[in-house]
């Protein structure tokens, strides 16, 4: 049971801070993406 | 007092946590009707005119596959089946990175510049194909969208501690509505502008509630509550005491197969990026929201059995004595106990984002059934007789026809398993053909159009796994006892069921093109592109 134990903490903690990091990121860099959705739409690019 | 009404006395929500939620739909709203300014023509509605980049990518693939329904199973599978069930978020976080990598199967379908998958269908095996394809994923994708409202509902039940059941429908059905203004009128652009922001929401309520469970409970304390109330069946899904067993777990490498390359929700995200390399990029980053989407509700499960278990009265109206009252449903258990652990505030911010997460699910999906009914079936017999402008109205009113649809499956469907077990055998309708389909029409040159037919029927067969279905046909059909219904109902689970079906579909996939070649006549209107 040891094994799985340790695995499911390893499997929470690193996929929880992955998360959070990307959330981070995605936030940021998804609004300059905004843009680029909406001038394609314009026919800028 | 009832068990259950007592069980939905202690939430700490107030006018302050409405107030709340009622800020971010307006938002919402109001994000999705300025986007219908920008909607010219039918790529526009379907897939944003292709022209989404890899951050909004992420955030739209993570708005639409993390929805309230997937917190709601997931919650549910975590308190039945403890850490065990983290196995489900590993298989899908291998197997999503695995398809970003390699680009199996989104990235030649791609290369085909469809809308759907059943478009795919046509071109490579022909407009019968197609048509059948369409009809397949559409009632299988409405029959397993037809639990989302139900269990929206029974989340905000449970967090808010709402009893009024006319005042609940009328949640329910605002809601729905909202949900259908803006998808209806802006389509896909809304639908993406508006998961943006159901992203931001949704990420950091869920991050929130997690740590403030972890600060109230004790993250030594919840671990070491499971070893005592579950033992090692909490921990190993291999071992047959778990809820899961290795034919489980098998079936889940499947479905996270299915749930990123197969599911027209997700390939829809595929299909709508700028370029092949960002559709690998997005494939693999999302594979932490595939991973992500299960892990935390399976915590949250888990803290709300640990929660539920160290309260008597709770214990009580969960697990009653047998024979002497009926438990409460465990769906109920996560937002019961979410309602009793946040404060005043948070309880809100969680809710709007949970929220967040039924619209941005319910719109995607809307989206997605509605333009496989216009694009496969409506257009391949209507011919090229309609216009732009018809195409993106036909799309409209079938969103609405599937909202009326899922109101009256959510009520009216008797759900005899777990949700998740529900959601996965009502996918596998589709998606067990659609892997045949898929895999060897993209992959394989000599794959037949007469083999796909059979493929699809066969695939279809994976609806047995679903319990009520088992009852329809052994007890009610074949007239058998409910001592023999029950006992094959228990040998007929939805993994074995949904495994059989891959089996067959393959095979008849394989056979169904050896024995019966396209003649030039027969094969679908263009030329095969290898992957």
Request: proline share 2%; aromatic share 12%; charged share 10%.
């Amino acid at each position: 049971m040891g094994f799985w134990i340790v695995l499911w903490k390893l499997v929470f903690v690193f996929g929880v801070g992955a998360f959070g990091l990307m959330a981070l990121w995605v936030t940021v860099q998804g609004a300059r993406d905004i843009k680029f959705l909406l001038d394609t739409l314009r026919g800028e690019h | 007092m009832e068990p259950f009404s007592e069980a939905l006395q202690g939430t700490q929500f107030t006018g302050l946590d409405w107030g709340i939620v009622a800020l971010y739909l307006v938002l919402s709203v109001a994000i999705g009707l300025i986007a219908n300014r920008y909607v010219a023509n039918m790529a526009d509605y379907v897939v944003a005119g292709r022209g989404v980049r890899t951050a909004l990518g992420i955030a739209t693939l993570t708005g639409t596959e993390l929805g309230l329904v997937t917190v709601m199973y997931s919650a549910q599978k975590g308190f039945t089946g403890g850490f065990a069930a983290f196995h489900i978020g590993l298989a899908a976080c291998v197997v999503a990175f695995f398809v970003g990598l390699t680009g199996f199967i989104i990235v030649p379908l791609r290369r085909h510049k469809v809308l759907t998958i059943p478009e795919f269908y046509g071109k490579r095996f022909g407009r019968r194909t197609q048509i059948l394809g369409g009809l397949v994923l559409a009632f299988g994708g409405i029959l397993n969208m037809g639990m989302f409202l139900k269990a929206g509902s029974m989340f905000i039940v449970g967090i808010t501690g709402l009893q009024n059941e006319a005042a609940l429908a009328i949640v329910m059905i605002v809601l729905l509505g909202l949900v259908l203004l803006y998808t209806v009128l802006g389509g896909m652009v809304s639908v993406i502008l508006t998961d943006y922001v159901q992203f931001v929401v949704l990420s950091f309520g869920l991050l929130l509630a997690t740590g403030f469970a972890i600060y109230k409970m004790g993250w030594d304390h919840i671990f070491a509550s499971m070893v005592t109330l579950k033992g090692e069946a909490g921990f190993n899904p291999l071992l047959a005491e778990s809820s899961f067993g290795g034919d489980y777990v098998a079936w889940m490498l499947f479905i996270g197969l299915v749930n990123c390359a197969l599911w027209p929700t997700s390939v829809a995200r595929a299909l709508a990026c700028a370029s092949e390399g960002i559709v690998r990029k997005q494939f693999m980053w999302a594979s932490l929201s595939y991973m992500i989407r299960n892990i935390i509700p399976y915590f949250w499960g888990i803290c709300a059995f640990v929660f539920i278990m160290e309260s008597p009265m709770l214990t009580g109206a969960f697990f009653p004595v047998a024979g002497v009252a009926e438990g409460v449903d465990t769906l109920y258990a996560m937002p019961i106990f979410l309602g009793r652990l946040l404060p005043v505030g948070l309880i809100g911010i969680i809710t709007a984002a949970m929220v967040a997460a039924f619209m941005s699910t319910h719109d995607s999906y809307l989206l997605c059934w509605s333009s496989v009914l216009t694009n496969d079936i409506v257009i391949p017999l209507a011919g090229e007789r309609l216009s732009e402008r018809t195409k993106v109205m036909i799309t409209r009113g079938f969103v609405l026809l599937i909202g009326i649809i899922i109101l009256l499956v959510s009520f009216l469907f008797p759900l005899r398993e777990d949700l998740w077990d529900y959601m996965a055998v009502t996918g596998a309708i589709y998606t067990t053909g659609a892997f045949a389909l898929l895999g060897c029409g993209l992959y394989w040159k000599r794959a037949s159009s007469t083999g796909a037919v059979l493929a699809l029927i066969t695939g279809s067969s994976a609806v047995f796994g679903l319990g009520a279905v088992q009852v329809f046909v052994l007890q009610h059909l074949l007239r058998f006892s409910q001592e023999r219904t029950e006992a094959i109902a228990g040998q007929l689970t939805g993994a074995r069921v949904g495994l059989a079906a891959i089996v067959l579909s393959t095979a008849a996939m394989v056979l169904g093109s050896l024995l019966f070649p396209d003649t030039n006549r027969t094969q679908g209107d263009e030329t095969w592109v290898s992957g």
